[in-house]
């Protein structure tokens, strides 16, 4: 069984910074591709990051593309989100996610992840 735990969420003015982590037991954390989601009240769930099973391939969100950054420590078994310059509009609940597929393709789609966390709180005031 896989499991999935993120930290480092929190509450932070506007224009600061916080980093999650997303450290993942039960399986190879390597032989995963990894994405960041998050979750606003009243909206759906929206992609924001995602990362190749070695780190050298990143693909982000347009929303978030400059500001948060997305890497793996593969000897940790720990995803990282680095969000710089955060906005109120990034207040959200934010979830780590596993895809075992063996495409190499990055996915944005929640559907294509097949493991979840349960999920850190962020809050950006202003």
């Known amino acids: 069984q896989v499991q999935l735990v993120e930290s480092g969420g929190g509450l932070v003015l506007a224009g600061g910074s916080l980093r999650l982590a997303c450290v993942v037991s039960?399986?190879?954390?390597?032989?995963?591709?990894m994405g960041w989601f998050r979750q606003a009240p009243g909206k759906e769930r929206e992609f924001v990051a995602a990362?190749?099973?070695?780190?050298?391939?990143?693909y982000a969100a347009d929303s978030v593309k400059g500001r948060f950054a997305i890497s793996r420590d593969n000897a940790k078994n720990t995803l990282y989100l680095q969000m710089n310059s955060l906005k109120p509009e990034d207040t959200a609940v934010y979830y780590c996610?596993?895809?075992?597929?063996?495409?190499?393709?990055?996915?944005?789609?929640?559907?294509?992840?097949?493991?979840w966390g349960q999920g850190t709180q962020v809050t950006v005031s202003s």
């Open positions: 039960g399986r190879t954390f390597a032989g995963y591709k």
């Open positions: 996610a596993a895809d075992r597929s063996y495409s190499f393709a990055l996915k944005s789609r929640s559907n294509d992840y097949d493991y």
């Open positions: 990362i190749s099973k070695s780190g050298d391939s990143t």
